[in-house]
């Protein structure tokens, strides 16, 4: 059974830049077809979708995020990393890395694998 563990930092000043890291034991990041992606939900609102990473290591991201974002892997660590830049307190959110088949832009909570989240807060 596959499962996924983010870690970083939870607190971040403006306009620096966040590194998350998805862990990933039990399956290998590497395995067709599957997605991983990075999705994140501030208070009160939807689950917005960052973008992902694929089995063979094409990337996609969210427009609105694009010019902001990289997501990279380290297949020996069995790890993949987000990074997003020019934090603002708008980014506070609860930051998610969930494996889907397929490629996907829309999250669904109960669908894929999903680690538990980690809290990121911006603020100075």
């Known amino acids: 059974q596959v499962q996924l563990q983010e870690s970083g930092p939870g607190l971040v000043k403006p306009s620096q830049t966040l590194s998350l890291t998805c862990t990933v034991s039990?399956?290998?990041?590497?395995?067709?077809?599957?997605?991983w992606n990075w999705i994140r939900q501030s208070p009160g609102k939807a689950l917005e979708w960052i973008g992902y990473?694929?089995?063979?290591?094409?990337?996609e991201y969210s427009p609105s995020l694009k010019s902001r974002t990289s997501i990279s892997r380290d297949t020996s660590k069995n790890q993949f990393t987000l990074q997003l830049n020019s934090m603002t307190p708008e980014d506070t959110a609860v930051y998610y890395c969930a494996r889907v088949f397929g490629p996907i832009t829309a999250p669904q909570r109960d669908i894929g694998s999903w680690g538990q989240g980690t809290q990121v807060t911006v603020s100075s």
């Open positions: 990473i694929s089995y063979n290591g094409d990337t």
């Open positions: 039990g399956g290998s990041i590497t395995t067709s077809y599957y997605y």
